[in-house]
């Protein structure tokens, strides 16, 4: 066939317009979109990459997968728990539901039975305090770097913050908390060395200048080795000496102690070693939404309520909603995956890998999202080619396993047993379609 005979063979975009897939999806995903994947199958047909006939039944595919946005749901097969790149905590049901309802008008700012204005996100703000005994009051922001500056900022000015060398980290995608604590117009004060700190150092850096301790769990690395760092207690002491606020960032959001993370810090016992105000995260560990909690006294917290920058980093109501429902609940998918039960995660594994037809090997799980560093979770995973990867990513539903070694690893600790069938198909697809489908057609 020569090309004139294959280009003429394209179906025109009027009557691929005129489908009733892309009658429907134009309801769905809007005109402009619709258009969008019509012109990439036509264009891909144009330059050779796919057959003329093939071009409708791809049209229908492409439109069928497209979604209302561009945030694609993903299977968490990498044994990860809080995945930064995948939205780190998912949230449970109840939380999912609140934010649904939530989504409309909602009383978030009016007390219904008087119709008067009433404290925004005060729900919230209870359940919170309810899981927290030991905080006199709190404040929800967007997230924990924005509590940390908030905090900053409100208590201590453009004064000194007086924090160990071996704390000021950086948390990701190059952040670094000492650029964002400087943004404040308060001046660091680094005491101590990289791998140790005594309470001394603090001491003899505080001065007229000074405006609060600050105290930072450097989460995602660990000194090990000949170390010192100053507990929050003996922080304390020193802070009530001189009259000066302290401030303990956590990163993550335990609320107690937990068993299996041991080196991992918890709100309960920041605020019983005396802390003015913790900061932690509402989806780091806690297992809900993206939020900062500012925790604590409630002398600092009104400070940090009321400075006008906390109007500039109040939470919306969907992560209102989705805060509160998930301090309701006993259970997190977050807590799930990090308490799942090595006979049950083994037999899900082992169903796998029978279904698929490949080998089950040992495999650790991890915290992620900067908590618990060097903490293995021991578990299983499924072994493929490392190949099969790109095609997992590339499937419906999108499945991101861990690239290891040359290896493609499929573990189920972060997957809801619910959806171990869909998984399940998945693998068989990827391993089936020698060609990635969704890639390069967009
Ligand atoms: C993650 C982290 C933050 C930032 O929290 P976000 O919710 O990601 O903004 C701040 N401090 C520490 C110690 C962290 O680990």
Redesign the pocket.
Known sequence: MSDEDHRRRIPRTDRLLALPAAREARERIGDAAVRRIIDAQQRAAREGRLPAERVEPEVERALRAERPTSLTPVLNATGVIVHTNLGRAPLARRAREAVLSAAGYVDVEMDLETGKRSARGAGAREALLQACPDAEDAVIVN????A?LLAVTALAGTGEIIVSRGEL?E?GAGFR?PDLLVTTGARLREVGTTNRTHLDDYAQAIGPETGCLLK?????FRVQGFTAEVGTSELRSLADEHGLPLIV????GLLDPEPTLPDEPDIASALRAGADVV?A?G??LLGGP?A?LLLGRSAAIRRIATHPLARAMRSDKLTLAAIEATLRIAETPVSAALHADPGRLRERTLMLAERVGAEVVPHDGRVG??GAPGVPLPGWAVELPESASERLRAGEPAVVARVHQGRCLVDLRCVAEEDDERLAEAVLAAMRDPEPRRLGLR
């Open positions: 997230n924990g770097a924005a940390l980290v948390i908390l930072i769990h450097p989460s995602n960032d956590l990163g993550s900061i995260s989806d780091k993206q900062g999202g900067g």
